[in-house]
T-cell receptor, first 115, second 116 residues
Framework: AQTVTQSQPEMSVQEAETVTLSCTYD???????LFWYKQPPSRQMILVIR??????QNATENRFSVNFQKAAKSFSLKISDSQLGDTAMYFC????????????FGTGTRLTIIP | GAVVSQHPSWVICKSGTSVKIECRSL??????MFWYRQFPKQSLMLMAT?????????EQGVEKDKFLINHASLTLSTLTVTSAHPEDSSFYIC????????????FGPGTRLTVT
């Protein structure tokens, strides 16, 4: 079974600064997807970024980028130029490929952007 | 695109009654939908996987007779909480899997259930 660990329950950072959220996972699979989801106070889950395990290049989406280290089973999220709207819970998630699309979530990191 | 709706967004029911929650994919077909439960300040816990035209697959520890799931069409899955009790009060979230391009789940806005 897969496990996803987020070791930072809470983090805070000043507006405009950069912050990195950590995520590690454990799996015996070789092909899989990794995700970062954001859950703001509205509780709507929003996909922030996705990484396919077979891709060596780290995914980026505007101010959001990941550092994917497959051998170390590490998948951190970097938020640059943080904005007040980035305040939310962030969940790291794992999905096996081809035939089992269940998401396994980490426990989440509560991120607060300070004005 | 890729919008998932849930209805109702908030429901209060009395202990012992049943309540149905709908999950719809509005602009894509979803052969697979998922139901999650989230307690305050906690992560999402997968309850079951709903497959169109077949029986749902429940996660270990989830009572299938209490949480009835029906996936009658490619755009609709329903979760019925039967004989609800106060401990069933929670936030229920559905997601729909869109296979076009890549595996990705799109989430509904959630349903807050309060059992009195």
């Amino acid at each position: 079974a897969q496990t996803v660990t987020q070791s930072q329950p809470e983090m805070s950072v000043q507006e405009a600064e950069t912050v990195t959220l950590s995520c590690t996972y454990d799996t015996s699979e070789n092909n899989y997807y990794l995700f970062w989801y954001k859950q703001p106070p509205s509780r709507q889950m929003i996909l922030v970024i996705r990484q396919e395990a077979y891709k060596q290049q780290n995914a980026t989406e505007n101010r959001f980028s990941v550092n994917f280290q497959k051998a170390a089973k590490s998948f951190s999220l970097k938020i640059s130029d943080s904005q007040l709207g980035d305040t939310a819970m962030y969940f790291c998630a794992f999905m096996k490929n081809f035939g089992n699309e269940k998401l396994t979530f980490g426990t989440g990191t509560r991120l607060t952007i300070i004005p | 695109g890729a919008v998932v709706s849930q209805h109702p967004s908030w429901v209060i029911c009395k202990s012992g009654t049943s309540v149905k929650i709908e999950c719809r994919s509005l602009d894509f077909q979803a052969t697979t939908m998922f139901w999650y439960r989230q307690f305050p300040k906690q992560s999402l816990m997968l309850m079951a996987t709903s497959n169109e035209g077949s029986k749902a697959t429940y996660e270990q520890g989830v009572e299938k007779d209490k949480f009835l799931i029906n996936h009658a069409s490619l755009t609709l899955s329903t979760l019925t909480v039967t004989s609800a009790h106060p401990e069933d009060s929670s936030f229920y979230i559905c997601s729909a899997l869109r296979l076009a391009g890549a595996y990705e789940q799109y989430f509904g806005p959630g349903t807050r259930l309060t059992v009195t």
